[in-house]
């Protein structure tokens, strides 16, 4: 595979400012912005936050998420254009969110930083608040983004299960169930985080048989796609305290429409699918499509190769 050109499609400003973008690419091969108009040809590379079917014309499009379930992987294929994502950079930003999430529950500042507005000195009840520490969370997909959650969940003393496909064992998690034993694996947790792939197995996957396994004092947190949660069976687990609360940084739709009930529940953290933010994110999507480059060189396998 040959590169002679590097496009970076306008959509990359989703995540991150598009000249950052352009300027971190910058190198021996030429890079240059460009819209929904542009055409593609076999010697191109097209950087993107989202498809457009013209991409199919390059030689290799990669996505600057780890999430790649809007691609159609088979006209990939069928092309013959490779495609890559995103997916191992997010070790450190979405665990941190996450870390952020819980904490907030556990010592309410989600509910202090919202009487804040209001002056408001009233204090939660005394029971409360409790301590992350001893505290089971099931981390439910153990990519490198559930590995980063639970090697910082295991920090923190709580105890740490998972789930994954294969159910072999990894660091910092004490026990890891495959997917047939998701309602087992959930049963005892105080929280239950989803980081896992959209696929046809997942869809759908936490809905109101699985929310009510869940302990009435426990919380859902979704880093993964909003998909992946049943939108109704989550709000009326919300509305009838089934479940204690949830963090959802992905949503049925985006952005989150302003009538949403969640914008009005007390119990849910909604953040704008920010969980991997970084006023860095250009730097290390540069240096993965630039590892890529060289592995083209040498002619090597590209790193994060789906199609």
Not at 30 to 50: L, R
Not at 91 to 111: K, S
Not at 249 to 269: K, M, R, T
Request: proline share 4%; with cysteine; glycine share 8%.
């Amino acid at each position: 595979m040959d590169i002679d050109r590097i496009a970076v499609h306008e959509s990359v400003a989703k995540a991150c400012p598009l000249e950052a973008m352009v300027a971190a690419l910058r190198g021996d091969v030429p890079v240059e912005a460009v819209g929904d108009d542009a055409s593609f040809d076999a010697g191109d590379c097209v950087v993107t936050f989202s498809p457009r079917d013209a991409f199919l014309d390059a030689a290799w499009v990669h996505g600057i998420r780890a999430g790649y379930d809007e691609f159609d992987v088979a006209a990939y294929e069928a092309a013959g254009t490779a495609l890559t994502n995103s997916t191992g950079i997010h070790g450190d930003t979405v665990p941190e969110t996450v870390v952020g999430y819980l904490t907030a529950f556990a010592r309410r500042l989600h509910v202090y930083r919202d009487r804040q507005g209001d002056s408001d000195w009233t204090q939660e009840p005394y029971d409360t608040a409790f301590t992350l520490t001893g505290e089971r969370v099931c981390v439910v997909g153990l990519g490198t983004i559930g590995q980063g959650i639970a090697d910082r969940a295991d920090a923190l003393g709580m105890d740490v299960v998972g789930v994954r496909r294969s159910g072999d064992p990894t660091e910092c998690v004490r026990r890891v169930f495959t997917p047939d034993e998701l309602n087992t694996a959930v049963a005892d947790a105080r929280f239950v985080v989803l980081c896992c792939p959209l696929t046809e197995e997942t869809e759908g996957m936490v809905d109101a048989a699985l929310l009510g396994t869940m302990r009435d004092d426990g919380y859902l947190v979704n880093v993964a796609r909003g998909p992946v949660v049943v939108e109704d069976a989550l709000l009326n687990a919300l509305d009838t305290e089934t479940i204690a609360g949830a963090a959802l940084d992905a949503h049925w739709a985006e952005p989150l429409p302003e009538e949403h009930p969640l914008w009005d529940h007390e119990s849910a953290i909604v953040t704008p699918h920010v969980a991997a933010f970084t006023n860095r994110y250009h730097e290390d999507i540069a240096a993965l499509v630039r590892e890529n480059l060289d592995r083209t060189a040498r002619g090597e396998s590209l790193r994060n190769r789906v199609a």
